[in-house]
Each structure stands twice: as C-alpha cells, then as structure tokens.
C-alpha cells in the first residue's frame, strides 16, 4: 500500500506565517508553561477517545458476526451503572411546582 504524503504548503491554505501567528497567539494566552501540559491532556484525550472508538468498533463487528449483545449482558467485566435518578410522578410535579387536584 503507498501511503500518500501530503505537501507542506497547500494552495489556499494555512501556509508557515499563519502557523506561528497561531502559535504566537497560544503562547500569550495559555503561557510558555502552560503548553506542553495542554498538549499532553489533549493527546490523552484522543487517545481515550481511540480506545473507545476501537472498543465500539470491536462490539459492532462481534454484533455482525453472529454474537449479539443483550442488553443487560456486558461485553467486559464491568458493570452497568445507571446514574440516572430516580424519581417518581409525584416527586416530578412538586418539583415543577404545579401539583394538580384530584377530585
């Protein structure tokens, strides 16, 4: 397979000056220092979001090959959490403040 090698100047757009006045601007807002962490939380991030990307990938072509997934069965050793709150009809109308009357 060649891999295609794309040029550094392309036609039209981002060339060199327009690189450092953004980079001259990130140093003045972030700071010197504060760069390099930034750029390390946002490679962990991508990373992160790779690792779920291929997780999903992985789930889906597990489901296409024959092995549903129910859905209370987990793929991993994990457990399902729900986080949601629980919360019943008469909590909801006297949290939105119009309870109604039943006669």
């Known amino acids: 397979m060649v891999a295609e090698i794309t040029p550094l100047f392309i036609p039209g757009g981002m060339g060199p000056p327009e690189l450092a006045i953004i980079l001259v ?41 024959g092995g549903t997934v129910s859905e209370g069965e987990t793929t991993d050793d994990e457990e399902f959490v729900d986080t949601e709150p629980v919360t019943t009809e008469d909590e909801t109308t006297t949290e939105s403040g119009t309870e109604t009357e039943t006669n």
């Open 25 to 65: 601007i990130a140093v003045l807002l972030f700071g010197a220092n504060k760069i390099p962490k930034l750029a390390r939380s946002t490679g962990e991030a991508m990373g992160e979001f790779q690792k779920g990307r291929e997780k999903v990938e992985s789930e889906l072509e597990e489901m296409r090959e």
